[in-house]
């Protein structure tokens, strides 16, 4: 059995430290501990966004892989904080009926 490098890549040891630093970024926005499914998110993003950075500054990388990853990270992070603001809206119990009675505008009893 082959003994498996240990050693990392300068580069890579730089994305990794850049997209644990994004994950903390992430968390800090999200402002408690993430859920299963924003962990998830989470991570995409994280990766996403720095495999994106990464490929910007590679000169071997072309354009289109470099706006393809650029996109997809933005996605990830769009999904993400989405996700962020639909778990922090208030669950009053009222039905979604109920909330669309309240945001009408009144109206005049008997206009018709």
């Known amino acids: 059995m082959k003994a498996q490098p240990t050693d990392m890549s300068a580069a890579s040891h730089a994305q990794v430290r850049r997209t644990l630093a994004l994950k903390r970024a992430f968390q800090r926005e999200l402002g408690r501990k993430p859920t299963c499914l924003q962990r ?8 996403l966004t720095a ?4 490929a910007a500054l590679d000169p071997v990388t072309t354009a289109n892989d470099v706006v393809r990853l650029d996109h997809a990270a933005a996605r990830a992070r769009a999904e993400m904080f989405a996700m962020f603001a639909a778990r922090q809206e208030p669950d009053d119990g009222a039905s ?12 005049g009893e008997g206009a018709e």
């Open 40 to 47: 998830t998110a989470i991570d995409r993003a994280a990766t």
């Open 96 to 107: 979604d009926l109920d909330r669309y009675l309240q945001r009408r505008p009144a109206q």
């Open 51 to 54: 495999k994106a950075e990464a």
